[in-house]
């Protein structure tokens, strides 16, 4: 009896421990770039969406270290034990050597915003980010269909500041054939910096030169251009478009100093994500693929959500609505509109 009681308590116990030892959860690795502006969001709902589907979202940050997030990568494979990798590369050439690490630990790998050319991906998560810059020409050209127009590109190592200038040049192509629009600058900007798009800009002034409208491709490289075009007193109106909805953005855009912006609705993008990595990790068919993105290596299975134009008409109905920045985020401590002359 004595030997029976032991062995059931044994039993047990080795059930309680077999129990936690193979609980099965899944671990997303999730590599970030960077939190600043929208990223924290990003954050946010990648963790909340994993552990809603029972998994455990791990997650680290480079700071715009290609670097750091490759001793990041390794961490999050040989010593989290992560199933999926959920990256947004910070170099996305080198990048393609972190894909190659995971793949070759059976873990499977998802580029999250930005793709990672000629690398094995299992699945890309974006918006379509040509139609972003596309909507950022088309939008200006509405206003200002004639004058000279700045292009301020982001990091020339993130594919998707390529795609952006894509479309950028797509939605400009016939204005520029018929001389309406001139192109006066269209650099690049190391790690999306918006003291480069301070200098760009500054020095185009300094030159006498009149910009009459400016293509960020993203909010950060508007604030630069805007602190540059506030230091010279520029009295003339000059058109900015920007992409991201960050806050400081939606606040120019309602005081009119910045046309629009573009808001890539980030719970949608975040949670399509961390649904395909817990699909994924469990060897089920992920439910939200829409597309394939060809990388150069492969027809990648995509999720490719599409971007909402955002200005001083549709600020409420769309970043306030989705709770993506508050009223007093925008319009200040009134939360309201302030009204036009």
């Given amino acids: 009896m004595k030997q029976s009681i032991i062995s059931g308590a044994v039993l047990c116990m080795g059930l309680w421990f077999c129990t936690s030892c193979n609980s099965d959860k899944v671990k997303v690795g999730v590599a970030m770039d960077i939190l600043d502006g929208r990223w924290a969001k990003d954050r946010e709902f990648i963790r909340e969406k994993v552990a809603e589907m ?3 979202a791990i997650f680290t940050v480079a700071n715009n270290d290609a670097a750091q997030q490759a001793l990041q990568v390794r961490q999050l494979i040989e010593q989290e034990g992560i199933d999926v990798l959920l990256i947004v590369p910070t170099n996305s050439a080198k990048a393609v050597d972190l894909v190659a690490l995971a793949k070759k630990d059976g873990v499977k790998v998802i580029a999250y915003d930005r793709l990672i050319n000629n ?3 299992d699945a890309y998560v974006s918006f379509d980010n040509v139609q972003v810059g596309r909507m950022q020409s088309e939008y200006l050209l509405s206003k200002v269909p004639t004058g000279n127009y700045l292009l301020l590109g982001g990091s020339p190592t993130d594919n ?5 200038r894509e479309g950028q040049i797509q939605g400009l192509k016939t204005a520029v054939a018929d001389a309406k629009v001139q192109v006066i600058g269209n650099g690049w900007a190391d790690n999306w910096s918006p003291q480069f798009a301070y200098e760009q800009t500054l020095q ?3 030159e006498g030169k009149q910009i009459d409208a400016i293509i960020a491709s993203n909010d950060r490289l508007a604030t630069g ?10 009295s003339y109106p000059v058109a900015i478009a920007g992409q991201d909805a960050d806050a400081e953005a939606c606040r120019r855009i309602a005081e009119g100093t910045q046309a ?3 808001y890539k609705p980030v719970k949608d993008l975040a949670y399509s994500a961390a649904v395909a990595a817990v699909m994924l990790a469990e060897d089920k068919d992920v439910p939200n ?5 060809n990388n150069g290596k ?5 999720v490719l959500l599409s971007p909402v134009r955002v200005d001083e008409h549709n600020l409420i109905q769309t970043v306030i609505a989705d709770d993506f920045l508050t009223k007093q985020a925008v319009y200040g401590e009134t939360g309201r509109p302030r009204k036009r002359e």
């Fill in 54 to 56: 029972g998994g455990e």
């Fill in 119 to 121: 690398a094995d991906l």
């Fill in 160 to 164: 998707n500041a390529k795609l952006f």
């Fill in 204 to 206: 185009l002034l300094n």
């Fill in 225 to 234: 251009a805007v602190k540059a075009l506030t230091e010279k007193g520029v």
């Fill in 260 to 262: 629009m912006t573009v």
């Fill in 289 to 293: 693929l829409n597309a394939k993105q």
């Fill in 298 to 302: 492969k027809e990648v299975p995509s």
